[in-house]
């Protein structure tokens, strides 16, 4: 059992940056793909940005290409999100999850078997 915890979230403006945390514990980090997912109220949850257990492969939404980085450190079992040039459409609750095994790296929320519990981002213009 993997427990996630987010952090690093706030309150920023257009074009600011911002870096979120996902801390794991209770498993070997690095036997896990992971990934970030958001959420803006009223809407499906959507996939942001995947990693391998390694780090050795990612994949991005196409909305945030070229403006976020997925990065994770096994040592101290976190994930990072680092997001750039930030617009009010990034405005959500930012969700990191972690998937079992190896594979390709999933867009699908499903695929998915532990949730964190959130972290709001808020971009204001």
């Known amino acids: 059992q993997v427990q996630l915890v987010e952090s690093g979230g706030g309150l920023v403006q257009t074009g600011d940056s911002l870096r979120v945390s996902c801390a794991a514990s209770g498993g070997t980090f690095s036997s896990y793909a992971m990934a970030w997912f958001r959420q803006d109220p009223g809407k499906e949850r959507e996939f942001v940005a995947a990693?391998?257990?390694?780090?050795?492969?990612?994949r991005y939404a196409d909305p945030v290409k070229g403006r976020f980085t997925i990065s994770r450190d096994n040592a101290k079992n976190t994930v990072y999100l680092q997001m750039n040039s930030l617009k009010l459409e990034d405005t959500a609750v930012y969700y990191c999850a972690a998937k079992r095994g190896q594979g390709a790296l999933n867009t699908e929320a499903n695929e998915y078997n532990y949730w964190g519990q959130g972290t709001l981002v808020t971009v204001s213009s």
């Open positions: 990693i391998s257990r390694y780090g050795i492969s990612t």
